[in-house]
Every structure is written in structure tokens, then in C-alpha cells.
């Protein structure tokens, strides 16, 4: 298989992590509210280039919330910060290489002279032997067509995510695997 390509960490990599670091990023803990957005289900697995899946692979996942703002000191995005989105999840894959998250889908957000940024979500995937910090975006967002780091990628159809229908109570779910060359 072919490796998932890099893409930049972002100016939004979060600074201080906060302390709710669980696979649930619509809630927080100790507080009582749910993140504001759609919520949404996101799995996959991390696999090497042979196809094998690669348990125990630390994953760091961060993102915008729902109106397009990182909880981030630098993102001086005018959209509001919402308390109740965690915005930022460590995780390992399970056995088998999986791994799933529970969040809120981001909105695009301006993103200086390269234009708006499409919704996505970073991940920071550490192996035994590769590390890789790569950006999962939604398929079927207009922003993807005009998204100058999407647009630069080398393989843009390897970092957009496929939809996988439906939970029973409604909640969308995506699916999005990453292949690490080594593992």
C-alpha cells in the first residue's frame, strides 16, 4: 500500500494539552454540556505498507470546533471558542490497528493568504519506526476544491475520508485508514 502523505502540522497544534485527553471530544469532562455541532464518529485503521494492522500506535488528534475555532492562543479566528469541545484527543490503535473518536464535525476557517481551510481534523500518528502528521478532510465540502494545502497534497483522494452511513441513534459516521510505510 502506499504511504499516507505528510502534511504540515498546522499553527493550531496545541500548546498546552488539556486534561481530558479521551476518545469523546464532544464532552469534557467534569462538565455537564455537550460540544455544540453535529456530532459525528470517525474510525479507522493504521496499517503498514503490506496491509498489516498496527496496534499500539499512539495517535494525537486535534481540531477546529463546530464554528471553525482552535482553542489555540495564535488563531485569532473571531468565531467563538466553545467550552464544552475538548478539541483534542491521545489515543492508542486497538489489536487490530483501529482506532475511533467521537467529535464534533469543524468548520472551514480563514486561513490568511492561502483562503479558507476546508474542514479537517489532524493527526499526528506515531510508529515503532514512522512518524507521520498527515490532515483528514470530509468529502463532499465545497472548501476541498479551493483548499490550497488539500490542492497541494501529492495524493488528495489518500487524506479525504469515506462516509460509513449511520449509528442507530443517526450520528454520522466516516472512515478514514492511514498507512504508515514500517509501521
Same mark, same amino acid.
Given at each position: $500500500?502506499?504511504? =499516507?502523505?505528510?502534511?504540515?502540522?498546522?499553527?493550531?497544534?496545541?500548546?498546552?494539552?488539556?486534561?481530558?485527553?479521551?476518545?469523546?471530544?464532544?464532552?469534557?469532562?467534569?462538565?455537564?454540556?455537550?460540544?455544540?455541532?453535529?456530532?459525528?464518529?470517525?474510525?479507522?485503521?493504521?496499517?503498514?505498507?503490506?496491509?498489516?494492522?498496527?496496534?499500539?500506535?499512539? $495517535?494525537?488528534?486535534?481540531?477546529?470546533?463546530?464554528?471553525?475555532?482552535?482553542?489555540?492562543?495564535?488563531?485569532?479566528?473571531?468565531?467563538?471558542?466553545?467550552?464544552?469541545?475538548?478539541?483534542?484527543?491521545?489515543?492508542?490503535?486497538?489489536?487490530?490497528?483501529?482506532?475511533?473518536?467521537? =467529535?464534533?464535525?469543524?468548520?472551514?476557517?480563514?486561513?490568511?493568504?492561502?483562503?479558507? #481551510?476546508?474542514?479537517?481534523?489532524?493527526?499526528?500518528?506515531?510508529? #515503532?519506526?514512522? #512518524? $507521520?502528521?498527515?490532515?483528514?478532510?470530509?468529502?463532499?465540502?465545497?472548501?476541498?476544491?479551493?483548499?490550497?494545502?488539500? #490542492?497541494?497534497?501529492?495524493?488528495?483522494?489518500?487524506?479525504?475520508?469515506?462516509?460509513?452511513?449511520?449509528?442507530?441513534?443517526?450520528?454520522?459516521?466516516?472512515?478514514?485508514?492511514?498507512? $504508515?510505510?514500517?509501521?
Amino acid at each position: $500500500l502506499e504511504a =499516507t502523505p505528510n502534511e504540515i502540522v498546522g499553527p493550531f497544534y496545541p500548546i498546552t494539552k488539556p486534561a481530558d485527553t479521551d476518545a469523546d471530544l464532544t464532552m469534557v469532562a467534569g462538565r455537564g454540556s455537550r460540544a455544540a455541532g453535529h456530532v459525528i464518529e470517525l474510525s479507522g485503521r493504521i496499517m503498514d505498507g503490506a496491509g498489516r494492522p498496527l496496534p499500539d500506535m499512539r $495517535l494525537e488528534i486535534w481540531q477546529a470546533n463546530a464554528a471553525g475555532r482552535y482553542a489555540h492562543p495564535s488563531d485569532d479566528n473571531p468565531a467563538p471558542l466553545d467550552p464544552d469541545f475538548q478539541g483534542y484527543a491521545l489515543l492508542t490503535t486497538d489489536a487490530n490497528g483501529e482506532y475511533r473518536i467521537i =467529535t464534533v464535525k469543524p468548520a472551514g476557517y480563514p486561513g490568511g493568504r492561502r483562503g479558507m #481551510r476546508a474542514p479537517h481534523i489532524h493527526f499526528d500518528v506515531a510508529g #515503532r519506526t514512522d #512518524r $507521520l502528521v498527515t490532515q483528514m478532510y470530509f468529502p463532499d465540502e465545497a472548501l476541498n476544491a479551493t483548499d490550497a494545502l488539500l #490542492r497541494a497534497n501529492i495524493r488528495p483522494e489518500m487524506v479525504v475520508a469515506t462516509t460509513a452511513g449511520a449509528d442507530v441513534s443517526g450520528i454520522p459516521r466516516y472512515r478514514w485508514n492511514v498507512v $504508515l510505510r514500517t509501521g
